[in-house]
């Protein structure tokens, strides 16, 4: 079974600011897949930002990038130039490679204009 | 290219009743998974769906719970005998099988329902 957990109900960061959400996960699967998902108040889910954890080079997209340390089983999210824009729940998910997510139960985000 | 289509967007229904929530993928893609949410909570797995196969039914309660994807139309999730409980936003997502290449997910906007 796979678990993934975040620890952070919420969290808060003034505009332009840096901010950083922790997940932590479980899986037997050797070859495995992270990801980032957004959900803003209109409910979609949005894809942030993928890790392949065969890979040691941290994914980047733009303003958001990834710490993966694959031997704590550790994979959190660090927005830079934290924007309005950005305020969401922020789910982490793992699949070990057939699209079947399993996802945490969420950060839900504030920007501190 | 549209994306990932979900319909009806809100459906309230009685106790008792049955709710019909469709799903169409976004174009090219055969592989569609139902997820739900509840409350405050992240999305829980399903079930996962080729044309005409169910592949992993493993998240779907046993009774009242159904999900097809035929070869023409949408995928529907059908609901037989709503409780409350069941009041929940379901997601659908598609993606496009690309052996050796996987993970990523289109979701829909999710379809709200609401028993009362």
């Known amino acids: 079974a796979q678990t993934v957990t975040q620890s952070q109900p919420e969290m808060s960061v003034q505009e332009a600011e840096t901010v950083t959400l922790s997940c932590t996960y479980d899986?037997?699967?050797?070859?495995?897949?992270l990801f980032w998902y957004k959900q803003p108040p209109s409910r979609q889910m949005i894809l942030v930002i993928r890790q392949e954890a065969y890979k040691q080079q941290n994914a980047t997209e733009n303003r958001f990038s990834v710490n993966f340390q694959k031997a704590a089983k550790s994979f959190s999210l660090k927005i830079s130039d934290s924007q309005l824009g950005d305020a969401a729940m922020y789910f982490c998910?793992?699949?070990?490679?057939?699209?079947?997510?399993?996802f945490g139960t969420g950060t839900r985000l504030t920007i501190i204009p | 290219n549209a994306g990932v289509m979900q319909n009806p967007r809100h459906l309230v229904r009685r106790r008792g009743q049955e709710a019909r929530l469709r799903c169409s993928p976004m174009k090219g893609h055969s592989h569609v998974y139902w997820y739900r949410q509840l409350p405050e909570e992240g999305l829980k797995f399903m079930v996962y769906?080729?044309?005409?196969?169910?592949?992993?039914e493993s998240g779907m309660p046993k009774e009242r719970f159904s999900a097809e994807f035929p070869k023409e139309g949408p995928s529907i999730l059908r609901i037989q005998q709503v409780v409350r409980g069941d009041s929940a936003a379901y997601f659908c997502?598609?993606?496009?099988?690309?052996?050796?290449?996987?993970?990523?997910?289109?979701f829909g906007e999710g379809s709200r329902l609401t028993v009362l």
């Open positions: 997502a598609s993606s496009r099988w690309t052996s050796g290449n996987t993970g990523e997910l289109f």
């Open positions: 899986t037997s699967e050797s070859d495995y897949y």
């Open positions: 998910a793992l699949t070990g490679g057939n699209e079947k997510l399993t």
């Open positions: 769906l080729q044309k005409e196969n169910i592949i992993d």
